[in-house]
Each structure stands twice: as structure tokens, then as C-alpha cells.
């Protein structure tokens, strides 16, 4: 049972457009959310995290829009740069600090220059 | 501050042997996670330890096991390999726990033949 799903395998963007990067998941005791970049042959890299109390958190131009009643999370990167592209995984955790992370499959995302 | 050092980054053995994979946390860190990423699985959380203690265990068969030393450096075991085991072992470090951002290593791309 996929608890976190990543339903877009690739997404393609224009570079200097927006890049929106979805993920919806199924258990209501997930209160904590990250997005992780992932470029071939590295571990993952932390992007960005939200807390369930929150329902938006940005940091620089990377924003991610939380929206509990639907169980949906989305990451925005405004503007795209090349060096964007990568595979991007969401991942969630109930209780902070004390559960592991499940991950969605991931998102391969191509800045096209 | 140096990043999580996995050893080694590459391995290959034969069905029915067993492998003992490593990883060094960040500094000050005394949370280590490993998870296995497979082509379209992406990443399976196997456990955590915490000071030395399993503190959470994903779904895996016994063969997986692993263990946390005082200086916080961790290792994995995977007894009886199997073909299935092929995949990139990943080992994330957190200050405060699996559930929170996680730095993760390089991984070791384990292949079973």
C-alpha cells in the first residue's frame, strides 16, 4: 500500500517557468513533510519541509503548499534553472523525530533551456 | 562539516552470501536510517537506530539486520542474498530522528548475480 504517491514519473518545464511537483498521500497521521532532490549516482539531497500546522513554507525559490483536507502537498521552483533538473521525492512522517520517512517513487523533472 | 560516508560505494556478490554494508553519520548525529531504492519502488525504509538502540523496523525479512555502534556509526548485514537484494542501499543521518530531514549518503549499489 503506496501511503505517499508521486503520480507524475517525469515532468518537463521550460527553463525561467514554474515547476509544480505534486504528491498526495493516504494516512491521515502523516504531520510532517519533505521534499528531497536526487541527482543520479548521489544520495538524496533536503530541500524543504512542512509541518501540518502550517500550510505554506518557502525558501528561496522553493515553496511548498500543504493542504490537509484534500492529503495533498505540492512543491513550486520559481524560476526553473537547469540545474533543477533531477528526480524530486516527497516524503512524510508521523510523529516528529520518531517515525521513519515514507517516500513517494519520485518525480523526474527536465528544465529545458 | 563532513557529509555521511557510506563504504563501499560498490559491490558485487554471488546469491547466497551475505554482505556487511557501512555508514559513518554526520558529527553529532546519533540517528541512522538506511532504506533500499529499487527502479520504481523508491525509497524502502529497512530500520533506524538511535544511540545504539533499534528504535523502528520497516517490512523486511529477518535476513536484513544491522546494528549501531557508541560513535554512532552504523552497519548493515544482508545474510543469504538474493537476486531480488540487487539495489542501492541508502543510509540517512539525523540529528533528531528518522522523522525529521535526514542527510543522507552516497549509497552502495549492492548487485547480486
Known amino acids: 500500500d503506496q501511503q505517499v504517491k508521486q503520480n507524475s514519473p517525469s515532468l518537463s518545464v521550460q527553463e525561467g517557468r514554474i515547476s509544480i511537483l505534486n504528491c498526495d498521500y493516504t494516512n491521515s497521521m502523516f504531520d510532517y513533510f519533505l521534499w528531497y532532490k536526487k541527482y543520479p549516482a548521489e544520495g538524496p539531497t533536503f530541500l524543504i519541509s512542512?509541518?501540518?500546522?502550517?500550510d505554506k513554507n518557502e525558501d528561496g525559490r522553493f515553496t511548498v503548499f500543504l493542504n490537509k483536507s484534500a492529503k495533498h502537498l505540492s512543491l513550486h521552483i520559481v524560476p526553473s534553472q537547469p540545474g533543477d533538473s533531477a528526480v524530486y521525492f516527497c516524503?512524510?512522517?508521523?510523529?516528529?523525530?520518531?517515525?521513519?520517512?515514507?517516500f513517494g517513487t519520485g518525480t523526474r523533472l527536465t528544465i529545458i533551456p | 562539516k563532513a557529509g555521511v560516508t557510506q563504504t563501499p560505494r560498490y559491490l558485487i556478490k554471488t546469491r547466497g552470501q551475505q554482505v556487511t554494508l557501512s555508514c559513518s553519520p554526520i558529527s553529532g548525529h546519533r540517528s541512522v536510517s538506511w532504506y533500499q531504492q529499487t527502479p520504481g519502488q523508491g525509497l524502502q525504509f529497512l530500520f533506524e537506530y538511535f544511540s545504539e538502540t533499534q528504535r523502528n523496523k520497516g517490512n523486511f525479512p529477518g535476513r536484513f539486520s544491522g546494528r549501531q555502534f557508541s560513535n554512532s556509526r552504523s552497519e548493515m548485514n544482508v545474510s543469504t542474498l538474493e537476486l531480488g537484494d540487487s539495489a542501492l542501499y541508502l543510509c540517512?543521518?539525523?540529528?533528531?530522528?528518522?522523522?525529521?530531514?535526514?542527510?543522507f549518503g552516497q549509497g552502495t549499489r549492492l548487485t547480486v548475480v
Open positions: 512542512i509541518s501540518s500546522i502550517k
Open positions: 540517512a543521518s539525523s540529528f533528531q530522528g528518522a522523522g525529521t530531514e535526514a542527510f
Open positions: 516524503a512524510a512522517s508521523a510523529g516528529f523525530g520518531n517515525e521513519k520517512l515514507t
